[in-house]
């Protein structure tokens, strides 16, 4: 340590200076990480939202059978793994799945959005799905899914669905 008494006073000035420029530059880097940690975790927050939303709206659009509010939530290069069966994109998807059990009984939906998990371009979540078949009363079948879904441009799509 440098002694104030011991520096004549333009050198005593220079390194008060240092000192000042020095402790200002670093309470600059300090506000500024504290800055970018909460912008993180407020776009992390932001996104669970938005992802929770999607999965819930998605969802309600299949019980629905709204084809083309489904097409909207999804990525035209979706992959599905169901009942032992892959489909590749969008146009698969709807035309070889959806289409087809649309076709079947009115079935009711309860949906509860379980887990989410967020990364600043990428998420994943689980639900589980009350399904009432109408002409079953006393089936009432739980259907688990799994979703991955991707932030393009500042939106979120669904990826792929089991």
Same mark, same amino acid.
């Given at each position: ?52 939303? #999607? $999965?819930? +709206? =998605?969802?309600? !659009? ?7 509010? %489904?097409?909207?939530? *999804? /990525? &035209? ?20 799945? #959806? $289409?087809? +059990? =649309?076709?079947? !009984? ?7 959005? %379980?887990?989410?998990? *967020? /990364? &600043? ?36 799509? %669904?990826?792929?669905?089991?």
């Amino acid at each position: 340590m440098c002694f104030p008494y011991l520096l004549d006073s333009q050198t005593y000035v220079d390194f008060h200076k240092k000192m000042e420029n020095s402790m200002k530059k670093r309470l600059g880097l300090t506000l500024l990480a504290c800055c970018v940690g909460f912008t993180a975790f407020a776009q992390t927050d932001s996104d669970e939202t938005q992802v929770r939303k #999607l $999965i819930n +709206e =998605f969802e309600s !659009a299949l019980a629905r059978k709204d084809i083309a509010k %489904i097409g909207g939530f *999804v /990525s &035209p290069q979706i992959v599905v793994f169901e009942n032992g069966y892959r489909n590749d994109g969008w146009q698969d998807f709807r035309d070889n799945h #959806l $289409i087809p +059990e =649309f076709r079947h !009984a009115a079935s009711q939906y309860s949906t509860t959005v %379980i887990k989410v998990d *967020v /990364s &600043p371009s990428m998420a994943w979540g689980y639900s589980s799905m009350k399904r009432v078949q109408l002409q079953k009363k006393d089936a009432q079948p739980d259907v688990w899914t799994t979703y991955i879904l991707r932030k393009e441009d500042g939106k979120w799509t %669904i990826v792929s669905l089991t």
